[in-house]
């Protein structure tokens, strides 16, 4: 087992018709991730309803009441493993009407996969999922332009949809983003490189997943370690231990380091930082330790721990881009329950700035009201400053959600401006 | 110069930790559920690690089928004894004895469903409000969609088309009384996954899952293990036979395969280059399509 090998999060939108399935069948397949009663169930499924050969796209069959309409409702996740990295696909729904699970499954992801039909180009869906991937600030895009069987494997076909693709994503904030052609059915550029396309001298899709840099996605620079729990052993050898427990969000923290408590606002040094196994010198994100201080300091669930010298911002007025993704429209001036790192408390949205229109792009003041898929840039007031930096900055520390409290359902999705 | 990136594994176990510190913090009275399986001792032991130097906050809560391997009570006992936890049983058997459920017939009978009813009436009687268990989404098509922390109503039930969106690592564990939680901590692992980390981290398991003698029965493409509870068929001989199991269950519906992999090392080995699924042994599973997403719906684990 190589223990380097690192994990990759991806996520896929797209209907059956862009030959999502396919894609995802194709690189189960192809990888070697599908066992044999999968494969003989598959092929049974095939030929009870009338296909030539084995439909890959049954694979990723889901629930009862997917399989009776053929489409993907929920975010279902997958796992193929290659000899240089694991890989999670989280398998979203493409339809606008799923833009919530899209939002879900675009949360964890290094890298989305946008598909794009060889034979329509850029289409309405396509600038929806770009938009999507930007808002949510995944590391990668990969365009994968498919079917490319259908239009002849034709180079001018994959250059003008890449023009035309770059023609709206240069409005959106996207770090890196490729583009390959390939057929999902027949297995071009796929897993394998493809003959039938020797002008193009990029890598095929699953080189590129293997081999992409992903050790930047997380921020490793401004160190934030928002306490989860508090350990207090107190028995023999462990009397006085008093452990902060949590998972590092972003940045690296050292041991001896000159740490703010915060809100409080004391100051301390790290004396350990430990592991199950061992105590260890430094720790970085995304790395479960707990660690303890020089000082006796009050400190508790909600907190976070950072570089006196690095501080998040601190407010009770913030911009949210607000994706809505309850069935329930949102109520005005109504208390919400924020979670945001491991600090909870209530927030009311005091005004919608503007509505996006996620096919256009364009921005509305006139239609205040948020309702399920909606996406909405507000203004968040909280009882207490939450300690945040900007989403585009920090995942982990400019993400938020907000819960019903008469109905305990989870009814927002932001994004700290 | 130091590496910042985590290899997959590490990745894994932390954020199972991260999962299992978000139980204790979220909920008054949660349990792990514990089979004897290797997928609840590898949660065990990812809990043991999560509260290190505490010990471990949680009861262990099985659900006693009655028809169980030996084997494996003895390794829930001594694994009790030495986390110094406490352990909650839901017996099948009481509930049978109490009306509360009635037990199937046939030669394919199992007390596999039978268990919603002890594993929900378990929950409630001891106010448990989370209910942590191994399941992982690679193991079959309703686990795909699994939330870490997944709610269930008051009659302990799964709504899978109307599930809380779960972001980032935001978990929402809030919940009225009588609902309760289950909590995945391991979704992202595979079968693979828990193989190499049993084996990394040196995990006691029982000695079923390595190769041993064993009396057994051909049914359903598998070796069931010969036991008291078997209804034997016509023409179905008990034959000895040198096999391992890949999951353990109740022993009725638990088939084993032939193998000679008796360390760790080869049997992460056989696993990787096995080609069935490791639920492909278990007759549960079997009966239809949707089998695991109807039993999961009831409050199954």
Avoid at chain 1, 286 to 298: F, G
Wanted: net charge negative; proline share 3%; charged share 30%.
């Amino acid at each position: 087992m190589l223990d380097n090998n690192q994990l990759l999060r991806f996520t896929t939108a797209g209907s059956v018709d862009d030959g999502k399935s396919t894609l995802i069948g194709r690189l189960l397949y192809d990888s070697k991730s599908i066992f044999e009663d999968q494969l003989e169930a598959v092929e049974s499924t095939s030929k009870k309803k009338g296909h030539e050969g084995v439909d890959l796209a049954l694979f990723t069959d889901g629930l009862r009441d997917e399989r009776e309409q053929g489409i993907t409702i929920d975010v279902a996740y997958r796992y193929f493993t290659t000899p240089k990295r694991k890989f999670i696909i989280a398998d979203t729904p493409g339809h606008i009407q799923y833009t919530r699970n899209m939002i879900t499954g675009a949360s964890t992801a290094n890298a989305a996969i946008i598909l794009v039909d060889a034979r329509h180009g850029v289409i309405e869906q396509t600038k929806r999922h770009a938009f999507i991937a930007s808002l949510l600030q995944i590391p990668h895009i990969i365009v994968c332009i498919n079917k490319m069987d259908l239009v002849d494997y034709k180079e001018e076909v994959y250059n003008e949809i890449i023009g035309q693709f770059e023609e709206f994503s240069s409005k959106l904030l996207v770090k890196d983003i490729r583009f390959i052609p390939i057929s999902a059915l027949l297995g071009d550029n796929v897993v394998n490189r493809s003959e039938n396309m020797s002008w193009y001298q990029g890598a095929p899709l699953l080189h590129t997943l293997e081999t992409m840099h992903i050790s930047s996605d997380i921020n490793k620079v401004d160190a934030r370690f928002p306490v989860q729990t508090v350990l207090r052993p107190q028995r023999e050898g462990f009397i006085d231990y008093r452990g902060y427990a949590g998972r590092i969000a972003s940045g690296i923290l050292r041991k001896g380091d000159e740490i703010t408590v915060m809100p409080s606002g004391f100051t301390s040094k790290i004396k350990s930082i430990d592991t199950f196994e061992k105590e260890v010198d430094e720790a970085y994100a995304p790395m479960s330790v707990s660690i303890t201080l020089e000082d006796d300091i009050d400190i508790s669930r909600g907190d976070m721990i950072v570089r006196t010298k690095n501080k998040p911002e601190s407010a009770q007025d913030l911009e949210v881009m607000l994706c809505w993704l309850n069935n329930e429209s949102a109520k005005p001036r109504t208390k919400y329950i924020v979670r945001h790192t491991s600090n909870e408390q209530m927030a009311m949205v005091k005004e919608v700035i503007y509505k996006i229109d996620i096919n256009t792009l364009a921005r509305s003041g006139e239609d205040k009201e948020m309702n399920m898929n909606d996406i909405c840039k507000v203004k968040l007031r909280t009882t207490k400053p939450l300690l945040f930096d900007s989403y585009r900055e920090n995942r982990g520390t400019g993400s938020l959600i907000l819960i019903d409290p008469a109905t305990n359902q989870t009814v927002a999705a932001g994004m700290i401006v | 110069m130091s590496k910042y990136y985590l290899n997959y594994l590490d990745e894994l176990e932390s954020e199972a930790i991260y999962v299992l510190r978000e139980v204790w913090a979220q909920f008054d009275n949660p349990v792990i559920l514990f089979s004897g399986g290797k997928d609840s001792i590898v949660v065990t032991h990812l809990a043991r690690k999560a509260f290190h130097p505490a010990k471990i906050p949680f009861a262990l809560m099985h659900v006693d089928t009655g028809h169980n391997f030996p084997e494996t009570i003895k390794f829930r006992d001594d694994l009790i004894e030495s986390l110094g936890v406490s352990l909650i049983v839901g017996s099948v058997q009481e509930s049978i004895d109490e009306g509360r459920v009635a037990e199937e017939k046939g030669k394919n009978a199992t007390r596999n469903a039978l268990q919603i009813t002890t594993l929900l009436d378990a929950i409630e009687g001891n106010k448990v409000d989370c209910a942590i268990g191994g399941g992982r989404r690679d193991e079959e098509k309703a686990r795909a969609k699994e939330r870490f922390f997944s709610h269930r109503d008051d009659f302990g039930q799964w709504d899978p088309k109307n599930q809380r969106p779960e972001l980032w690592n935001l978990f929402n564990g809030k919940h009225f009384e009588g609902e309760h939680f289950r909590a995945f901590p391991i979704s992202n692992w595979t079968e693979m996954d828990v193989w190499n980390y049993i084996s990394r981290e040196n995990i006691q398991i029982p000695s079923l899952y390595f190769a041993h003698e064993r009396k057994v029965v051909w049914r359903n493409n598998s070796w069931i293990p010969y036991s008291e509870f078997l209804q034997l068929d016509e023409g179905e001989e008990v034959v000895t036979k040198k096999i391992r199991f890949r999951t353990l269950g109740d022993i009725t519906i638990t088939g084993g395969i032939e193998s000679e992999a008796d360390t760790v090392e080869m049997i992460a080995q056989e696993v990787s280059a096995m080609r069935q699924t490791e639920r492909g042994n278990r007759t549960d599973d079997k009966r239809s399509e949707t089998a695991m997403e109807d039993r999961k719906k009831q409050g199954y684990f």
